[in-house]
T-cell receptor, first 113, second 109 residues
Framework: NAGVTQTPKFRILKIGQSMTLQCTQD?????MYWYRQDPGMGLKLIYY???????DKGEVPNGYNVSRSTTEDFPLRLELAAPSQTSVYFC????????????FGQGTRLTVV | DAKTTQPTSMDCAEGRAANLPCNHS???????VYWYRQIHSQGPQYIIH???NNETNEMASLIITEDRKSSTLILPHATLRDTAVYYC??????????FGTGTSLTVIP
């Protein structure tokens, strides 16, 4: 079972460039999430989705966009990369609300220079 | 959303039980307590969760106080591989997992 797959694993961007972090899950989960984790800190929720076509902001959405056209995929878009977006990004998914665990991908390490 | 308070760091001797506390005094009746851990910047790994009753699985036990204002994660026989950051999270019905800074557990040989 693949679970939650994130690509790429590593990326270096120049200031002002744009990129899309890919996330796909094969567990038919309704809920998907994007987090960022700065060095020595906990995870911060960027955006989440409760199903295809539905997205909502988390704690730190500025500078990011998401879409959810299918149940499986939840890409995160950075339009104008800034050094403050240097971080490790984690995607996660869960089946529904409340009594269910979230499964995490292995992360994308992004450096903006 | 209910917030959680955890100690910043703890040590535990290898082979002994590790008891990790968490305070969540503003928890609502329909909010679950979840525990995750993160080993060396990998993706967080689910450990256990509960609502009111104590729970046990192959990894750990979760003890929730009767008033639900605090809980304790117990790793019964800590090994070096249990060295990680442990996150206690209260999850509302909207299922948004908000992480704090967690407890850094070091298992000492």
């Amino acid at each position: 079972n693949a679970g939650v797959t994130q690509t790429p694993k590593f990326r270096i961007l120049k200031i002002g460039q744009s990129m899309t972090l890919q996330c796909t899950q094969d567990m038919n989960h309704n809920y998907m999430y994007w987090y960022r984790q700065d060095p020595g800190m906990g995870l911060k929720l960027i955006y989440y989705s409760v199903g295809a076509g539905i997205t909502d902001k988390g704690e730190v959405p500025n500078g990011y966009n998401v879409s959810r056209s299918t149940t499986e995929d939840f890409p995160l878009r950075l339009e104008l990369a800034a050094p403050s977006q240097t971080s490790v990004y984690f995607c996660a998914s869960s089946y529904s609300s409340g009594n269910t665990e979230a499964f995490f991908g292995q992360g994308t390490r992004l450096t903006v220079v | 959303d209910a917030k959680t308070t955890q100690p910043t760091s703890m040590d535990c001797a290898e082979g002994r039980a590790a008891n990790l506390p968490c305070n969540h005094s503003t928890i609502s009746g329909n909010e679950y307590v979840y525990w995750y851990r993160q080993i060396h910047s990998q993706g967080p790994q689910y450990i256990i969760h509960g609502l009111k009753n104590n729970e046990t699985n192959e990894m750990a036990s979760l003890i929730i106080t009767e008033d639900r204002k605090s809980s304790t994660l117990i790793l019964p026989h800590a090994t070096l591989r249990d060295t990680a950051v442990y996150y206690c999270i209260v999850v509302p019905t909207g299922n948004q997992f908000y992480f704090g800074t967690g407890t850094s557990l070091t298992v000492i040989p």
